[in-house]
């Protein structure tokens, strides 16, 4: 059974960056997709970007200019950076595998339990 | 690329059906069968519950069911049960090789 573990702090200060880690166990990060989502207090989901385990990037274009998403396939981890933070950026963030599957099998089937971050000074 | 636009609110007694609308463009939900469900009880991760707009993952009760419309994509509920009782978003793949979420749906079971 594949497990994602969010990991990183808790808290960040305004205009800093924050960082990060999505430790993958119970199967290999090679040859799938993997994603950031983030959940702000009271409100929807929002996709942050995913990295294939190539290294090839997309993100979200309202966050492309501050985010960047790297992978490690040697520790079976992805990554996730945030650059300068604002009140906006407190939320729920989810690491997620995608599968995807031609023509139309494209979903997230394995999640972490998400990790809060607060940014505040 | 904004969200895909479900309705805040649905509620239905037990044994009741619901459904729970997801409308987008012909960039995402209409352009492709690549539209997922997913169940969020409060304070726990999302859970999959429908994808390629109809198919259910194992473990999931045939009493949920997804279909598709043009740009607009459909969950169904039937035999309404307090377990039930979740948020539910929707999500599709975009022409832009992007994910855009539904901007969740709030299940009350009364």
């Known amino acids: 059974q594949v497990q994602l573990q969010e990991s990183g702090p808790g808290l960040v200060k305004p205009s800093e960056t924050l960082s990060l880690t999505c430790s993958v166990s119970?199967?290999?990060?090679?040859?799938?997709?993997w994603s950031w989502i983030r959940q702000a207090p009271g409100e929807g989901l929002e996709w942050i970007g995913y990295i294939y385990y190539s290294g090839s990037t997309n993100y979200n274009p309202s966050l492309k200019s501050r985010v960047t998403i790297s992978v490690d396939t040697s520790k079976n981890q992805f990554s996730l950076k945030l650059s300068s933070v604002t009140a906006a950026d407190t939320a729920v963030y989810y690491c997620a595998r995608e599968r995807r599957v031609e023509p139309g099998k494209y979903y997230f089937d394995y999640w972490g339990q998400g990790t809060p971050v607060t940014v505040s000074s | 690329q904004s969200a895909l636009t479900q309705p805040p609110s649905v509620s239905g007694s037990p044994g009741q059906s619901v459904t729970i609308s997801c409308t987008g463009t012909s960039s995402d939900v209409g352009s492709y069968n690549r539209v997922s469900w997913y169940q969020q009880p409060p304070g726990t991760a999302p859970k999959l519950m429908i994808y390629e707009v109809s198919n259910r993952p194992s473990g999931v009760p045939d009493r949920f069911s997804g279909s598709k419309s043009g740009n607009t994509a459909s969950l169904t509920i039937s035999g309404l049960q307090a377990g039930d009782e979740a948020d539910y978003y929707c999500s599709s793949y975009t022409s832009s090789s992007t994910w855009v979420f539904g901007g969740g749906t709030k299940l009350t079971v009364l």
């Open positions: 119970g199967g290999s990060i090679s040859g799938y997709y």
